[in-house]
């Protein structure tokens, strides 16, 4: 399967400023990507979906002007919190759409541990 | 509105005992359902996956699921736990277009 990378791993910073956080498909060109939130303890939420030279695509909730996203390329698809503040403290996570149909599958990254103080 | 619902979200259990962990659903149209495992500081992986065809579906490391499509679930099965097994349970669902909707999860803990 795909193999994905995300930098950093873990990462802290002062409320108010922006965070970037990159994610990368190693072996595999990926038009599609989806970034993922998860809080402590409780299941990942899908924030949106990342495509490849178009605008990304929010779910509902999501502050698209909070939470950018640039998949410039096939291999990398990167989300900046900007302004960040405590409450964005969490675990994003990243997958690489692989397939269509029976081969559909997602491919995860190990996630970056995001701590606003 | 689609939803996905785990019933345990805890669930502890001895070497060699059997385990089974529920999964409903609640999705309009063609569903894809999927298990994910999230072993203690790694990434997910995933277990096994239904699009459809026969509906009990064997995954890695000794799992399956049954699709049950009356009842709207997809629980996963493995006869005899390890205690590597020991990991955080993602039971998803995905429409045509791939987003993955998950559940809360259940923490399983396999004690020697």
């Known amino acids: 399967g795909a193999v994905v990378s995300q930098h950093p791993s873990r990462v802290i910073c002062k409320s108010g400023t922006s965070v970037k956080i990159e994610c990368r498909s190693l072996?595999?060109?990926?038009?599609?990507m989806f970034w993922y939130r998860q809080f402590p303890k409780k299941s990942l939420m899908l924030m949106a979906t990342?495509?490849?030279?178009?605008?990304?695509?929010?779910e509902q909730g999501v502050e698209k002007d909070k939470f950018l996203i640039n998949h410039a390329s096939l291999t990398l698809s990167t989300l900046t919190v900007t302004s960040a503040h405590p409450e964005d403290s969490s675990f994003y996570i990243c997958?690489?759409?692989?397939?269509?149909?029976?081969?559909?599958?997602?491919?995860f990254g190990p996630g970056t541990r995001l701590t606003v103080l | 509105a689609q939803s996905v619902s785990q019933h345990n979200h805890h669930v502890i259990l001895s070497e060699a005992a059997s385990l089974e962990l529920g999964c409903n659903y609640s999705?309009?149209?063609?569903?894809?359902l999927f298990w994910y495992v999230q072993y203690p500081g790694q990434h997910l992986q995933l277990l096994l996956k239904?699009?459809?065809?026969?509906?009990l579906v064997k995954g890695i490391k000794g799992f399956e699921a049954e699709f049950i499509k009356s009842k709207f679930s997809f629980n996963l099965r493995k006869p005899s736990v390890q205690w590597s097994d020991t990991a955080e349970y993602f039971c998803?669902?995905?429409?045509?277009?791939?987003?993955?909707?998950f559940g809360a999860g259940t923490q399983v803990v396999v004690t020697p």
């Open positions: 997958s690489v759409h692989t397939g269509t149909g029976s081969t559909d599958t997602q491919y």
């Open positions: 990342s495509n490849e030279g178009s605008k990304a695509t929010y």
């Open positions: 239904y699009f459809s065809g026969d509906p």
């Open positions: 072996d595999f060109q990926a038009t599609t």
């Open positions: 999705y309009g149209g063609t569903v894809n």
């Open positions: 998803a669902a995905a429409n045509s277009w791939g987003k993955l909707q």
